[in-house]
C-alpha cells in the first residue's frame, strides 16, 4: 500500500486586520525591481479604497481587476500569462489573489502556468505539472470553498471542468482575515458558506474516509451547524468561525474526496455555466437518497435564512444536453467511488442521472 505525501499550505496569518501585514510578508519574497507582484482583485472591490489603498504596490507591481461574472476558464488563464510575459521583462516575484474562489484559483493557475510550458488545458487532472511555480499568496474575501487550502485549482477547459491538482499548486502563503469578508451578500454568503457544509457531508459519508479527514470534517461541520442554524454567534464571531470552517472542510477533502453533489454540480456548471456554490445547493437539495441527514440539515438552514433556490432549471434541455452533463459528471470517477464505492457503476447509470437532473 502506498500514501499519498501530500503538501500543505506553508504558512498562514490568521486574524482581522492582519491583511495589514501584507507587505512584510511579500517584501523578502521580492526578486529586484523589474519582478514585480501581481496582484488578482476581484472586481467587486474596484474603488473600495479602505481595501485597494492597503494593497503595498511598489516598482512595477500591478493590480489587475478579475471579473467573476464566469468561473476561471483554460483559455483566460493562457491569456493572463501571455499578458504577463509581453508587458514585463522578468517573471514576476509573486502572484497574490485577493477574492473568492475563483480570484483564488486563478492566482493559483496563473502562478503555474507561468513556469510550465504549453497550454492550461494541458495540465487539467492529476499530477501533471512539472515544474514548481512562482510564489503565490491567497487571500481569501468569502468563506466556504476551502479553495485557500486544497491542492487543486478548477478550471473549465475546451473538454471539461476539471481542477489542476497538483503539489505545486497550494498556495506558498495564505492571509485568513475575516473582515474581508463584511460586505458579503447574504444569498452569496449562503451558497458558498454551503459549498464546506457539503464538503463536510460529502467528505464524511465518502468510503475515502479515514482519521485524517473526519477529524477535519467534524470541526468544519459542527462549526457550519454553529454559523448557520445558532443565533448565538456575533457578526464579527460568525465570520470568523465561517473562514476556519471553510478551511477545515477544505483539509478534509484533501485527504480524501467530494461526492454526488459536486460530481453533478460540475455538469450544471459546463453546460449552462452555474456557478459552484449555488449549483451545489442547486443539486444537494435533491440528494436525500445518498445524504439524508445532510439534507435534512441543509433544507432547514435554507428555511431559516429565506433562501429560495432556482427551480426546473434542467426540465426544458434536450437529450444532448441532459447527455453532455451526464458525462462531465461521469468522467468524475474518483468523486463517484469515494460516495458510492468501488462498484459504483452499477448504481449511477446515465440513465439515474438523467433522472436526477430532470428534478434540478
Ligand atoms: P466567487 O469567487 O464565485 O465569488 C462569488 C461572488 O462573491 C462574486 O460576485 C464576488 O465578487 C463576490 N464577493 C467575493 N468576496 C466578496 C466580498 N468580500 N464582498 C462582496 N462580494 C464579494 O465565490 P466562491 O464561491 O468563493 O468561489 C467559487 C469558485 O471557487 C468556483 O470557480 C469554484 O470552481 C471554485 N472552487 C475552487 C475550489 C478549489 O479547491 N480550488 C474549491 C471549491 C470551489
Ligand atoms: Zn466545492
Redesign the pocket.
Given at each position: 500500500m502506498s500514501f499519498k505525501n501530500f503538501p500543505m499550505v506553508s504558512r498562514v496569518i490568521f486574524g482581522r486586520g492582519s491583511f495589514n501585514q501584507l507587505d512584510e510578508i511579500i517584501a523578502p519574497k521580492r526578486n529586484g525591481r523589474e519582478a514585480p507582484f501581481i496582484f488578482y482583485v476581484?472586481?467587486?472591490?474596484k474603488g473600495k479604497s479602505w481595501l485597494t489603498s492597503r494593497i503595498p504596490l511598489a516598482y512595477k507591481d500591478k493590480i489587475v481587476y478579475v471579473s467573476?461574472e464566469e468561473?476561471?476558464k483554460t483559455s483566460q488563464i493562457d491569456e493572463l500569462v501571455e499578458s504577463l510575459i509581453l508587458e514585463f521583462s522578468e517573471r514576476p516575484s509573486g502572484i497574490i489573489g485577493i477574492?473568492?474562489?475563483?480570484?483564488?484559483?486563478i492566482a493559483?493557475a496563473v502562478s503555474i502556468m507561468l513556469t510550465n510550458e504549453g497550454e492550461t488545458k494541458d495540465y487539467q487532472g492529476w499530477d501533471l505539472v512539472k515544474n514548481p511555480a512562482i510564489y503565490h499568496v491567497g487571500i481569501?474575501?468569502?468563506s466556504?470553498?476551502?479553495?485557500e487550502v486544497?491542492r487543486?485549482?478548477?478550471l473549465t477547459g475546451p473538454e471539461r471542468k476539471l481542477?489542476i491538482n497538483s503539489d505545486f499548486t497550494p498556495f506558498d502563503q495564505v492571509i485568513l482575515d475575516p473582515e474581508?469578508?463584511?460586505?458579503?451578500?447574504k444569498s452569496?454568503w449562503f451558497?458558498?458558506g454551503m459549498?464546506c457544509f457539503v464538503h463536510c457531508i460529502e467528505s464524511l459519508n465518502g468510503s475515502f474516509l479515514n482519521a485524517f479527514s473526519q477529524s477535519y470534517g467534524e470541526k468544519a461541520f459542527e462549526i457550519c451547524k454553529e454559523v448557520f442554524l445558532d443565533d448565538k454567534l456575533s457578526e464579527k464571531e460568525s465570520q470568523e468561525k465561517l473562514m476556519m470552517a471553510s478551511w477545515h472542510g477544505?483539509m478534509s477533502i484533501a485527504y480524501s474526496q467530494v461526492g454526488v453533489a459536486h460530481a453533478m454540480s460540475y455538469g450544471l456548471?459546463f453546460l449552462l455555466g452555474v456557478?459552484?456554490?449555488i449549483g451545489n445547493c442547486i443539486v444537494f437539495d435533491h440528494l436525500e437518497e445518498f445524504y439524508p441527514d445532510g439534507v435534512a440539515l441543509f433544507k432547514q438552514m435554507k428555511t431559516k435564512h429565506n433562501i429560495e433556490l432556482p427551480q426546473g432549471i434542467c426540465k426544458d434541455l434536450d437529450d444532448e444536453e441532459l447527455d453532455i452533463m451526464i458525462n462531465v459528471a461521469l468522467s468524475l470517477e474518483p468523486l463517484w467511488e469515494n460516495a458510492i464505492g468501488k462498484n459504483w457503476k452499477d448504481k449511477i447509470t446515465p440513465k439515474k442521472l438523467k433522472q436526477l437532473y430532470l428534478k434540478m
Open positions: 476581484d472586481d467587486v472591490f467573476t468561473e476561471p477574492g473568492g474562489g475563483i480570484v483564488m484559483d493559483k481569501p474575501t468569502i466556504g470553498t476551502g479553495a486544497s487543486t485549482t478548477i481542477g474581508l469578508t463584511k460586505d458579503v451578500p452569496q451558497y458558498t459549498d477544505g456548471g456557478k459552484h456554490g
